[in-house]
């Protein structure tokens, strides 16, 4: 009983070795990892869309700081966070998130302040 044992798990292993071997790219697969083009497509379309908003534009301001955070990512090989990045910047823009009352202004700080 015991050489019977040994010998269907012997064979099972075989049988599973001779199915790697037979098909390796099923065994692993392709993984779709983002590309430094993705990257920049998705970029290009986030600041089209900011672009389209006046200079003065608050959620254009916001996008804009998320598209320079994209480009960092992409610099650093992150191109998954610089694609979320980029999808923030597009969103930014479609749902305009912040708006200023008629008379306000953003005073954005320097480093140095």
């Known amino acids: 009983m015991h050489l019977f044992r040994i010998t269907v798990c012997a064979l099972g292993l ?3 070795l ?3 071997v037979a098909a390796p790219d099923a065994a692993a697969p392709a993984s779709e990892e983002p590309t430094r083009d993705d990257c920049n497509a998705a970029v290009a379309e986030a600041r089209a869309l900011a672009t ?3 200079p003065d ?3 254009r301001y916001f996008a804009e700081r998320h598209l320079h955070q ?3 990512e992409a610099g650093n090989g992150e191109f998954d966070e610089c694609l979320d990045m980029a999808a ?3 969103d930014e823009v479609r749902e305009r998130r912040h708006e200023l009352r008629p008379g306000e202004k953003l ?3 320097r480093a140095d302040e």
């Open 14 to 16: 075989l049988a599973g």
């Open 88 to 90: 923030r910047a597009s």
């Open 70 to 72: 994209a480009l960092v």
């Open 18 to 20: 001779g199915c790697a």
């Open 107 to 109: 005073k954005v700080l």
């Open 52 to 54: 389209a908003l006046p």
């Open 57 to 59: 534009h608050l959620s």
